[in-house]
């Protein structure tokens, strides 16, 4: 019984295994939309107990996924307390502490249904993938975000340097000028804060080329791990056919 429970939850290379996944799948899609209805201004009394019922039923569903995820897991402490174990908590906490407590303030609580939608990552491939390149890519990301930090401090102190003098108001001290420094480095130009020197101009065009590459680093970076990811997945794909 607990072996079958553990292929129909977590091997989705099954017929059961996908028609589990397709209909948590779509579980969640409609509860994220039911949740996005709930917000609209002047809903109707019978839109909001039909709204209330579809979440109740969700919450069942989801809950007891959570427990057969439980029961089936070798080391269900793990589980429960690794990212995906956790999302499904957040997912299904906030109606059992609206049905249990009668405090206002936990209303609050119901943003974390929310996390229903990171829970399509485990129902998704492609988002694997993405996870897979995030491990290979991770060590360039971590010396692209400090060298991009080194070039924002960069950038605030030679701003603060040219234009200071003229607009002491706007650049008043280097952590002022940083809001510059990041507008002009990801090339976004809000336009509300800019230079009038001469040299604070010429400053900013340097800032700005240096901007766009540092805007297309992170593509290349993601561009090729999705590449290798790739080749990993087609790789222990061929070492699982048979000989």
């Known amino acids: 019984m607990k072996e079958e ?7 989705n290379t099954t017929k059961k295994g996908k028609l589990f996944d397709y209909i948590i799948q779509v579980l969640i899609l409609l509860s994220l939309i039911a949740f996005s ?3 609209l201004p002047n809903i109707s009394i019978d839109t909001k107990n039909y709204l209330d019922y579809f979440e109740t039923v969700c919450v069942v569903i989801f809950s007891i996924e ?3 995820r439980i029961y089936v897991a070798e080391k269900p402490l793990k589980y429960i307390f690794s990212f995906y174990g956790i999302i499904d908590l957040l997912a ?3 109606f059992y502490l609206k049905g249990t407590l009668d405090f206002r303030a936990l209303r609050a609580f119901r943003v974390f249904r929310i996390f229903r939608a990171l829970k399509l990552i485990r129902y998704n491939k492609a988002l694997h993938r993405f ?5 290979l890519v991770k060590e360039e990301i971590v010396l692209f975000l400090i060298v ?3 070039f924002v401090f960069i950038a605030s102190a030679g701003i603060y340097y040219f234009e200071n003098e003229a607009q002491p108001e706007v650049f008043a001290s280097i952590f002022h000028s940083a ?3 990041v507008v002009t480095l990801t090339t976004v130009g809000y336009g509300d804060v800019y230079p009038i020197t001469t040299g604070g101009k010429i400053f ?3 800032i700005l080329i240096i901007g766009v590459g540092i805007v297309t680093i992170p593509a290349g970076l993601v561009a090729t791990s999705l590449s290798k990811a790739r080749e990993i997945e087609e790789k222990e794909k061929d070492d699982k056919l048979p000989n």
């Open 148 to 150: 991009t930090a080194i």
């Open 37 to 39: 209805i709930e917000t």
């Open 92 to 94: 299904i906490l906030p």
């Open 5 to 11: 429970l553990r292929l129909l939850v977590e091997d």
């Open 66 to 68: 959570y427990l057969i």
């Open 179 to 181: 809001w510059w420094a």
């Open 131 to 135: 996870h897979l390149a995030a491990k």
């Open 204 to 206: 900013t065009f340097c």
